[in-house]
């Protein structure tokens, strides 16, 4: 669907497509985007210096899209390099293996006109393999989570699940964020939406905005190729760089969907959310230490919002494989309970997120897989009865 200039009230969106070597998925990316923009918007295409055929399609598109090309630098320096050339009052970045939905733009665009305090406009998406030959096999969508405007920061701590596809951002506010960071070989995305989600108000339609192709296809700049199947493992690795970060500078009050603390319980609620965010990066050692000092704050049993926090603890879309057997953490929980009555609530808790996580595997048929997180489960219940 075609929007007029009109129909936008004049605004104007920047398109930014970042390519590396993918000339084969590239055109049908371009064109889902093509038949969207209107009046001034434009699409930038940031060749991060493809060996492949991709200068040869790109040139059929002639003037309907601009082209960038530079070295091959990884896709923080091209994001920035198009940020830097676009004009548009929106700022769209799409990737080179993924394919919008036809009212994708428009879909965005009316959160906007809807809520004009919004920042950042986001939507949904569908997964899909399509193997040559073959047609396209839809599946579902990836990690997901509903959550309202206030608590949309820290459901992006928790997992990040909103893809630059599948988001409009005002250009203000990736002005005010800052360039994306070069230093990052993996998650630069990821650490773009949390600094924008500090800045801005992320509000959601339900419509399906892009389909996310899944291939096997090599990832990463010229200099850090890996393949697919090591891909949770470097986000793993790099989303541990970005939090362990956050954890010393982001204010503890940004872990509370108020974003400020008044007293000791809300003190209290925010350590263990922050401990909670940190479980879920792999990171338990800090998140322990967090556990603790939260009993500190406050001795009184914990709240129903508090323990299901805990719950969540386990519940990273990159599974919960390091507790298994993993003794410190199974000792640094015990610790807890003997020295704090809350403490074993902390432990309680998130046994009781193990548990959902062993119902859910049986569901899908890992019998195997459930039984093993069930007895870890029960371990650290024992833990907390002592």
Known sequence: MKLSK???????VSIIVPTYNRAQFLPASIDALLPQIAG??????????????????????????????QENAGKARALNAGLQQSTGQYVWIVDDDDIVCPTALADLLEVFEADPSADIAYGRYVR???????????????????CPPDEFLI???????????????????????????????????????????????????????????????DRGP????????????NW?????????????????????????IESAEERRRALLQRGAI?????????????????????HSTLTGQEKRILRRATGSKYDCDEVFGNAAIDEGLRALSRRYPSGRDVARSLARGLVWRARDAATRGELTRSSRI?????????????
């Open 278 to 298: 940190m479980a879920r990066k792999k990171r338990w050692d800090v998140a322990i230490t967090d556990f603790g000092h939260a009993m500190e704050e406050s």
């Open 374 to 386: 069930a007895r870890q489960a029960y371990r650290w219940a024992a833990v907390a009865w002592g």
């Open 155 to 217: 459901a992006t701590l928790e997992d990040f699940f909103v893809h630059q596809p599948g988001m409009l951002v005002r250009r203000r506010l990736y002005e005010a964020a800052g360039p994306f960071d070069e230093a990052l070989p993996r998650s630069v995305d990821y650490d773009m939406l949390i600094r924008l989600s500090l800045l801005g108000r992320a509000t959601s339609t339900r419509n399906i905005i892009f389909h996310q192709r899944l291939h096997d296809g």
């Open 222 to 233: 010229a200099a850090n190729r890996f393949q697919a199947h090591r891909r949770n493992q």
């Open 128 to 146: 899909f393999q399509h193997e040559r030959d073959t047609p396209a096999r839809f599946l579902d969508t990836g990690y997901w989570t509903d």
């Open 6 to 12: 009109e129909s936008r009230n004049g605004a104007r």
């Open 40 to 69: 001034d918007d434009e699409i930038i295409v940031v060749v991060d210096g493809s060996t492949d055929e991709t200068m040869d399609v790109l040139s059929r598109y002639g003037d309907r899209i601009s082209v960038l090309n």
């Open 236 to 260: 793993i690795s790099n989303d541990a760089l970005i939090f362990d970060r956050l954890h010393q500078t982001l204010p503890l009050a940004d872990y509370l969907p108020t974003r400020r």
